[in-house]
């Protein structure tokens, strides 16, 4: 009977993906007849070149980074959640996103900085993704080393933050010493966005992303046993410190490359794990993670139709939004549940 409820589940949102897919590309500065889109994404005649332009490689890699950012964010979130058992925790914890951006802010503000060594007029389209990704790896670097030299999970989690707020005072000196027009650019990249990718950066991104979703079906034995505490993940043969570091890589991997693309995104991952759970009431992560995963892609899609403003050629911070959108549904709903774990 359960297993029969969560694949009506599983069916219900799996169909709100598809039409919110559709509808996130109706959305936009330009009004785009339905029957074109439709046309235009089965090979159909679209009615103008220029729409037919706008849809391809515009719109649709748009609502695809959508569905990679917020599934894997909320992915992320969920292990980060399980692994240091706290209901706070999120993709974020461990330091890696902050990372990238010093990468980022190494970048754009360090021409300021260091004398124009850092020649940033010239920067390619894969000038800012490399830096973030460089940045993240070393911070990832750091976590890991730190996570085999100490015993406690949660030492790990403050280690992460440390990190953390290391770098964002690197990033604070760095543009304290900036030109207004750098710090303007790197504010602008920290709002994050969704619609600045080329098809050949979202190939780059799915095959990363598909390599950590894909490593995230050997945790999952282990996941369930941390609901219980270290010593029974232990007792039923677990290798705790290689599941750890696996968790850990896997949640690195997301967060950088997500973070590298599309920039800092709050709030998806923290809570969209809690929706989850309340959703389908159940601590199984072989329910959990592809349901976190699909809420993830349902949430941002949304975000970003929201951030969109129709018919206006404004498009929103999707940070703001997914925080002014999020925080309160998650409030109310811890209210009212009164229970974070299931």
């Known amino acids: 009977m359960e297993q029969k409820h969560h694949t009506k589940h599983f069916i219900f949102l799996s169909g709100l993906l598809i039409i919110l897919f559709y509808l996130n590309i109706s959305f ?27 849809i ?23 292990l980060m959640q399980t692994l240091f058992r706290n209901p ?20 754009i503000l ?11 007029n010239s920067l390619s389209q894969w000038s800012l993704p490399l830096a973030a990704s460089l ?22 989690l403050i280690i ?38 080329s098809w050949n950066e979202i190939t780059v991104f799915s095959i990363i992303y598909a390599i950590g979703i894909i490593g995230t079906i050997f945790v999952l034995k282990p996941l369930n046993s941390f609901l219980l505490g270290e010593n029974y993940a232990k007792s039923l043969g677990i290798n705790v410190k290689k599941s750890k570091n696996i968790i850990l890589l896997i949640t690195s991997l997301l967060t950088g490359v997500i973070t590298a693309f599309s920039g800092p995104i709050a709030f998806v991952g923290l809570a969209v794990p809690h929706i ?14 592809p349901a976190v995963a699909i809420i993830g892609a349902i949430v941002l899609l949304i975000c970003d139709m929201i951030a969109q403003v129709p018919t206006s050629e404004f ?6 939004i997914t925080s002014l959108f999020g925080a309160p549904v998650v409030i109310w709903l811890l209210v009212r549940k009164k229970r974070i774990f299931v």
């Open 110 to 120: 360090g021409s300021s900085v260091f004398g124009g060594i850092l020649l940033t």
């Open 28 to 54: 936009g500065s330009v009004s785009i007849p339905f029957k074109d889109i439709f046309n235009s994404i089965f090979g159909g005649n679209v009615s103008k070149d220029s729409w037919e332009t706008i």
């Open 315 to 320: 498009t929103l911070p999707i940070n703001a």
């Open 160 to 197: 992460g933050l440390m990190f953390g707020s290391l770098t964002s005072a690197v990033i604070s000196v760095l543009a304290y010493f900036s030109e207004a027009d750098k710090i303007k650019q790197f504010l602008f990249w920290s709002f994050g966005s969704l619609g600045n990718l």
């Open 56 to 78: 391809i490689n515009f719109r649709i890699p748009k609502a695809i980074t959508a569905i990679l950012v917020g599934s894997g964010l909320s992915v992320c979130g969920l």
């Open 135 to 156: 940045g993240a790896f070393l911070v990832l670097s750091a976590v890991i080393i730190a996570a085999n030299r100490v015993r406690n999970t949660m030492s790990i």
């Open 276 to 289: 989850t759970r309340m959703l389908f009431s159940s601590s199984n992560h072989k329910i959990l993670l």
């Open 88 to 107: 706070l925790a999120g993709p974020f914890v461990l330091g890696i996103s902050s990372g990238a951006s010093l990468g980022v802010a190494v970048l």
